[in-house]
């Protein structure tokens, strides 16, 4: 018999063995970690490392308009999508710290990959791009702040989040800034030529396209974030979604090829930030945040972002800073504020630490 310690003894009256302690002291930890893991976060007190993903978001975040806006005036929609998240994804892969994380979401949950690569790449881009290349940057930002609702409503019928009748107060909160504004604007814009407000009129219901996609994106990435982790799920949708928009820009090929020739340095400089700096790194956090808080939270506290692109507008675009404008920028961070307190979280349902 080996070195025994103390220790219960068997049905015989012999002591467990060193190596049979190691095992069962291993055993215990791994399921007092098991436990850690899964145990509900408390209602009083809010996942601080959650809510420091979401503020750098919100930074990165704020700035994809302006770069988009400079890029999509010189850039065709057609290939700008397929350049802006081929290169996020192959930047995100020396990254993944579990390759094989990767090519499971790829064997085990393909249908629900295309899916949400389909929303996240060429439809949203395509409505987002448009909307950013004829509306003004306030308007692209500001109109996201509808995308909770979306995501509110899709998490709900979906099944992935109880029903919170506490947070409604504050999504609608962040809707009615967004329709402050754009009364503002109906009221305000008098004086604008007609081509120039039937311009701000089609981007904004191209914004409502880009915001119903980009919150079935969120909603629907948000169990294979669970599943698979932040950096695979975000790498594997980037590299599917480009894959998507491969035959868009096959077919518009004719019309963007001319206007390569003619890009001036800045569009180029405003897409490599796009492609290797602002999406991955937003999008990385993003999903980081998901892992940690529910889909409508992650959606309502990113429209603190809007609010900062506003701001990037009056001083890059010397876009004109409205009360509208101001009034609509506080009511959404109020919404946000209202929607985060720690009383109206749900207690039911587990957390996945990152």
Sequence with gaps: ?????????????????????????????????????EAPVSPHWPDLRGYIYLSLMVLFGSTTSPFAMVAVRELPVGILPLLRFSFA???????????????????????????????????????????????????VG??????????????????????????LWGVLASIA???????????EGSGVLPAESHSIMLADLLLIGAVVSWGAYLTLSKPLVARHGALPVLAGTFLVGCLLELPIALITLPGWLPMLA???????????????????????????SLRRLDASQVATFSNAAPVLTVVWGVWFFHEVL???????????????????????????GPRVAA
């Excluded at 500001?142 to 947070?167: K, N, T």
Aim: aromatic letters at 8%; a positive charge.
């Design 1 to 37: 018999m080996g070195i025994v310690v103390a220790g219960p003894r068997r049905a015989g009256g012999e002591r467990p063995t060193l190596l049979e302690e190691t095992w069962i002291e291993q055993g215990a930890k791994a399921h007092r970690e098991e436990r850690r893991r």
């Design 89 to 139: 994804g192959l930047c995100l892969i020396p990254f993944l710290s579990d390759r094989d994380a990767l090519w499971r979401l790829l064997r085990e949950d393909t249908r629900r990959l295309v899916l949400v690569a389909a929303f996240c790449v060429p439809i949203n881009q395509s409505f987002f791009l448009n909307a950013a290349r004829l509306g003004p940057n306030s308007h």
């Design 142 to 167: 500001l109109f996201y702040a509808v995308c909770p609702l979306v995501v509110w409503i899709l998490a709900w019928v979906l099944g992935h989040e109880a029903l919170d009748l506490g947070r």
């Design 177 to 187: 800034g967004v329709v402050v504004i754009g009364l503002g604007n109906l009221w």
């Design 262 to 288: 003619r890009a001036s340095s800045s569009a180029w400089i405003s897409l490599a930030i796009l492609a290797l700096l602002v999406t991955p790194l937003n999008l990385a956090l993003q999903n980081l």
């Design 322 to 348: 409205t009360p509208t404008l101001i009034i609509g920028g506080l009511m959404t961070l109020g919404g946000i504020f209202w929607t985060n307190l720690p009383a109206s979280r749900p207690t039911a």
